[in-house]
């Protein structure tokens, strides 16, 4: 049986706050204005697994997290459910410790915040072990903050020139992720969405092709000037559920 509405909503305890309906309509208004081709990651990061449930019911499929304990967690009780989502698209998005990775590996779909040659490694590693190939995207650093997330163009691609990267044969390498600076001036935004896009299309001519197909960038606040840079997934969290606490 399908995981459908009806049986959905009956999860839900009445006067539930997340039980409003709001999710699925907020859900249902992105998933309808998005141009085709771009794919929406719900980021559910800090919301219960019931939040989840109920974008699911809207039709939403990917899911983004920061934390793996969290994601591990939320899945775990999805998966507890009498008619578990079986087609749920675990994303993790947030900054991954090499030691937290065996704790999504059975199941993530892709990891967006590869950073380090390490941690590229350690995915592999692992994935091969679980008989898996995971989608990762390489997480670029674009922002103007002192932020220490994120590959240095020159050390990523002194890293891709060096070639080891093509023995990673549990991760498949999809494309780029990258998050701009908090910031009210737009020129700003645009201009480091835009520069991402051009090392996403450089990085595909010179060293992927085809398969690495996704352009990672865009959040509630900047998702619009992300689509306009070229921007194929959005990572999108308050939109949907509401302000994290
Ligand atoms: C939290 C988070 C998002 C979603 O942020 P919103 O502003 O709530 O849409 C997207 N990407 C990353 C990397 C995040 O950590």
Not at 113 to 138: K, Q, T
Request: aromatic content about 8%; hydrophobic content about 45%; some cysteine.
């Amino acid at each position: 049986m399908r995981f459908g509405n009806a049986n959905l909503f009956a999860l839900c305890p009445p006067y539930h706050y997340i039980c409003t309906m709001s999710i699925a309509k907020n859900t249902e208004a992105l998933l309808a204005s998005l141009p085709a081709g771009v794919t929406l990651v719900a980021v559910s990061k800090t919301h219960p697994a019931e939040a989840v449930i109920e974008a699911y019911g809207a039709g939403q499929r990917d899911f983004g997290e920061n934390r793996p304990q969290e994601m591990a967690a939320k899945q775990a009780a999805l998966f507890a459910l009498p008619t578990p989502p079986d087609d749920i698209r675990w994303h993790q998005i947030g900054h991954l410790q090499t030691n937290k990775v065996r704790l999504i590996v059975p199941f993530v779909a892709m990891i967006h915040s590869v950073d380090s040659a390490r941690l590229a490694a350690e995915i592999s590693r692992r994935a091969v072990e679980a008989g898996r190939v995971i989608d990762v995207l390489l997480e670029i650093r674009i922002a103007r903050e002192e932020s220490k997330e994120g590959w240095v163009l020159d050390e990523l691609l002194e890293w891709l020139d060096g070639g080891e990267w093509h023995s990673l044969t549990g991760v498949r390498f999809r494309g780029v992720m990258g998050v701009a600076s908090f910031t009210d001036d737009e020129s700003v935004v645009r201009a480091e969405f835009e520069r991402l896009a051009a090392m996403y299309a450089s990085l595909r001519e010179r060293f992927f092709g085809v398969d690495f197909d996704t352009l990672s960038m865009g959040m509630s606040d900047d998702y619009h000037l992300a689509l306009e840079s070229g921007s194929n997934m959005v990572r999108i969290g308050s939109l949907i559920f509401g302000r994290r606490q």
